[in-house]
């Protein structure tokens, strides 16, 4: 089923950061003797590192049209081509959840890695194409996947930053549906799937709860697909105290 | 509307909190009579038993950020001399095989504990330890904070 790439991307790439974990047995908390630990590790800004890992909820508004979508019937199917336009499905919104992890090469620029995933339902019937016809599943049948690099610029203003920032990576959209091959063919479980680029550029405004955590609101739009849209609400926590400087 | 507030409420509360003001002598690690302010930073500092065999005490330093901006802080500045039981002075020096006690800056809001070894230079037991902290803060220059402890059944601060 083609809904389990998408699904697969994000299990491995979420899975990533956890299994990096470094296991050190510290033996003694006296400068010279710990093993794990040195000197004005965690409290100084030159034994901290700048890094910044966040969660969220965001929300995306895709337009099928102007993308290339490929059906699938079933594992040994050759599969089937799908001009968005001829889909009938103005817009598709879902709603999911973001996890980054970022890295500050500077105390104004910053490079990391986005992942996202959403869920959404279509609530229509894709219109008949290529000699197949569909129906809606009435589930959940919509997931977006998104794996991305970022770049971004960063204006601290005090306890509040804003930040451009550019996403560049893949994005993957994934309609479930029941088809079936001409009018009197069996209906079965398929997919219709959407790999493309992304290349989106995002405005967002940061509030610092506290030297470490930021609250932030974002927003931005694929400029492959000007039509489509994504927002959402991030939550981090950072490495460095107010990512290194508070205000200019 | 519940999960509104714990997006915005609960979740950043969870970040961990700035230090705040008298926050050194909260901890308990070190006496309130032995913090020093210079500056954005409260220093305390407290002296333990030796911790190896040839040093003379342990310094217990916390350090402490009132600032929202990082603060400049240079432990081996600090001065620290010894008094043996048959009233030599003696210097004591900070031990630091690895070369870790670098100057650095005090993290935003950001507070700290280190354990140092103090090695005299000079053989004998010690009765009493001062600590002169008016140089460890550079951008507040020198002032008068000077620390002293006398050992009478443990460390304790003295005048």
Redo the contacts between chains.
């Keep these: 089923m083609r809904l389990a790439l998408p699904i697969a991307l994000a299990v491995v790439t979420f899975a990533l950061p956890a299994s990096a974990k470094n296991e050190c047995i510290e033996r003694s ?5 710990q093993v794990c630990g ?3 590790n ?7 590192f700048p890094l910044s890992i966040g969660t969220g ?1 965001w929300m995306t508004h895709l337009e099928p049209r102007g993308r290339t979508w490929r059906g699938s019937l079933g594992k040994n199917s050759s599969g089937f081509g799908v001009a968005g336009g001829d889909m009938g499905i103005r817009a598709i919104d879902a709603m999911g959840f973001d996890f980054r992890f970022v890295g500050h090469a500077s105390q104004h620029i910053y490079l990391g890695l986005d992942w996202g995933l959403a869920f959404g339902a279509i609530g229509s019937t894709v219109a008949p194409t290529e000699g197949y016809s569909f129906r809606d599943a009435k589930t959940l049948d919509f997931i977006q996947a998104r794996t991305s690099f970022v770049l971004g610029g960063r204006v601290p203003l005090g306890r509040l930053s804003l930040r451009l920032e550019t996403l560049i990576g893949i994005d993957i959209a994934s309609v479930g549906v029941d088809m079936r091959k001409g009018d009197n063919g069996e209906w079965t479980r398929g997919s219709i799937t959407s790999v493309g680029l992304l290349l989106e550029p995002r405005l967002a405004c940061d509030l610092w ?7 932030s609101a974002w927003a931005g739009t694929n400029f492959l697909h000007p039509n489509d849209r994504s927002m959402g ?1 991030t ?1 981090a ?1 950072h490495g ?3 990512d290194g400087k ?1 205000s200019l | 509307m519940r999960w509104l507030a714990f997006a915005f409420v609960i979740l950043p509360a969870c970040g961990p909190a700035a230090y705040s003001v008298g926050g050194v002598a909260r901890t308990g690690d070190v006496d309130a009579r032995a913090v020093r302010t210079l500056g954005c930073l409260d220093v305390g500092v407290a002296v333990k038993p030796a911790f190896h065999d040839d040093d003379a005490a342990l310094l217990v330093l916390r350090v402490g950020n009132r600032c929202l901006r990082p603060a400049a802080f240079d432990v081996r500045a600090a001065s620290i001399v010894g008094v043996t039981v048959d009233g030599r002075t003696s210097p004591l020096e900070l031990v630091d095989p690895r070369a870790e006690l670098i100057p650095v800056h005090v993290d935003a809001g950001a507070q700290g504990i280190e354990k140092i070894r103090l090695r005299a230079r000079e053989p004998g037991e010690l009765r009493r330890l001062c600590i002169d902290l008016g140089h460890v803060a550079p951008e507040v220059g020198v002032v008068d904070a000077r620390v002293c402890f006398t050992n009478v059944a443990g460390w304790q601060v003295s005048s």
């Design positions: 908390d006296v400068v010279g003797d040195r000197y004005a965690r409290w100084s800004v030159e034994r901290t909820l709860t506290g030297p470490w955590s930021t609250v609400v939550f926590i460095r105290s107010f508070l």
